[in-house]
C-alpha cells in the first residue's frame, strides 16, 4: 500500500517530488497501488521506488528515472516513456500497451508475463 505522505508529495508535482527525494534519498519509496493515472510526471525520480500495481494509464513519463524500481503489475496503457530510464526495472506482468517507449533504455529489466502490445 502506498506511503501516504509520499502521494501527497507527488500529487504536488515533480519539482517538488524531486526536491523531496534529494533531501530524503535515504527512504524508501513506495507507491503500491497508487492512481497516478493522467499525471504530467515528465522528469520524475522513481529510481528504486516500489510501484507495484499502480495505474500510470495516459502518464506523461518521459525523461523518468525509473531504473531498479519494481513496476510488478503495473498499468502503463498509453503512458509516454519517450527516453525514460527502466535499466534494471522489474515489470514482470505489467500492461504496457499503446505506450511510446521510443529512445527509453530498457536494460537488463525483468520482463516475465509482461504484456507489451500496441
Known sequence: MADQEQLKIIKQGVRAWNKWREEHSNTKVDLSGADLSGIDLTGI?????RLTRVDFRDSKLQRARLSLANLSRAALIGASLNQANLKETR??????????????????SYLHKTILAK
Not at 45 to 49: I, W
Not at 92 to 107: C, E, G, K, P, T
Open 45 to 49: 525520480d522513481l529510481r528504486d521506488a
Open 91 to 108: 515489470l514482470a506482468h505489467a500492461l504496457i500497451m499503446n505506450a511510446d517507449l521510443r529512445d527509453s533504455d530498457l536494460s537488463n
